[in-house]
């Protein structure tokens, strides 16, 4: 049994979790209760509790629509691409420049990576857009290699590598702090004696730093399946066009569309509901896994 005096010695902490939990409660359970809609034909003038139960309808419209399945596809295939190709490079350039001893130097890196985050999808879009039109840089570079230039941003097969290194260009920094945080805990006489032992940098790098920081790679992999259907809406939406809509199109941009150009809001919240499902799905399995592969790894749940 917990003794009060335990109890009413944390008291000040319980009471900065209030401003926490009251936005929580108003931003992300009290919006909840809206999932209904998913089940009812909704009406706008009659509001939610005015509206009549259709059940399973609005579900058995999105699987029976073909596509959906299209958008579903190109959701998880720009997704994986992300995450296969994206979930490396913050890891590996925070180990690397961790081995930079040019402490000024490092300080300069480390920042300028973070600078694109901060970039708006908008504003870097337009970005893009200039780099990559015809008279753009990239294109007058490809001719002066003596290439044809093209529309990257209207050509299919251009269109999804696009979106991954503009991706990956825009969050590795940022995405590599919790990394930078995670190596400046290991401790420093680990390296000490492997340098002692004769051990090489990137021994180093292969026996300490990497095992050093596995458990972070965990979580941060097992809170990236979460968001596995979340293939970049403020991305895509700004730089996809009639051309590439059928590589393109995911499935918060088709639920854009149903919902906000179409008014149809019972169907987009069963979109919803469907991709949260998935997504709980995903980050459950991947969870059992981490704990198959590594019998040390405590669950998150």
């Known amino acids: ?25 108003i931003f992300c359970y009290t919006p909840m209760y809206g999932i209904i809609i998913a089940f009812k034909d909704y009406k706008l003038l009659e509001g939610i509790i005015g509206s009549p139960w259709v059940g ?34 913050p890891i590996l350039f925070a180990v690397l420049l961790n081995e930079v001893r040019l402490l000024g130097f490092k300080k ?29 840089v ?3 570079i490809i001719e002066f ?14 269109f999804r590598a696009v979106l991954v290194i503009s991706d990956i260009w825009k969050s590795f920094g940022w995405g590599a702090i919790i990394y930078f945080a995670a190596i400046a805990g290991i401790d420093e006489s680990l390296y000490e004696a492997a340098s002692i032992d004769g051990a ?14 596995s458990y972070i790679i965990v979580i941060m992999l097992i809170l990236s399946m979460a968001s596995i259907l979340d293939a970049g809406f403020d991305q895509i939406f700004n730089l996809y066009n ?24 019972s169907l987009s919240t069963a979109i919803g509901i ?10 459950l399995v991947t969870n059992w896994l981490a704990k198959k592969i590594d019998k040390d790894y405590n669950t998150l749940w």
Not at 57 to 77: A, P
């Open 1 to 25: 049994m917990i003794s009060k005096k335990f109890t009413r010695g944390y008291i000040p902490l319980y009471l900065l979790l209030i401003p926490g939990i009251i936005y929580f409660i």
């Open 56 to 89: 399973f309808k609005q579900f058995k419209e999105i699987f029976s629509d073909s596509y959906f399945y299209t958008v579903f596809r190109n959701t998880l295939v720009i997704s994986l691409m992300k995450l296969l190709f994206g979930f490396p490079v």
């Open 108 to 136: 300069l890196v480390q920042t300028a990576s973070y600078l694109p985050h901060f970039i708006s999808w908008i504003a870097l879009a337009g970005i893009l857009k200039s780099f990559l039109s015809l008279d753009g």
């Open 138 to 140: 990239v294109n007058t």
């Open 145 to 158: 290699l003596g290439m044809e230039r093209t529309i990257f941003l209207a050509q299919a097969e251009y």
């Open 200 to 213: 090489t940098r990137l021994q180093r790098i292969r026996h300490i730093t990497i095992p050093s920081i």
């Open 242 to 265: 009639s051309s590439v809509m059928e590589v393109s199109d995911i499935i918060d941009t088709y639920v854009y569309r149903v919902g906000i150009q179409d008014l149809k809001y």
């Open 274 to 283: 469907f991709k949260s499902v998935v997504a709980l799905v995903l980050i």
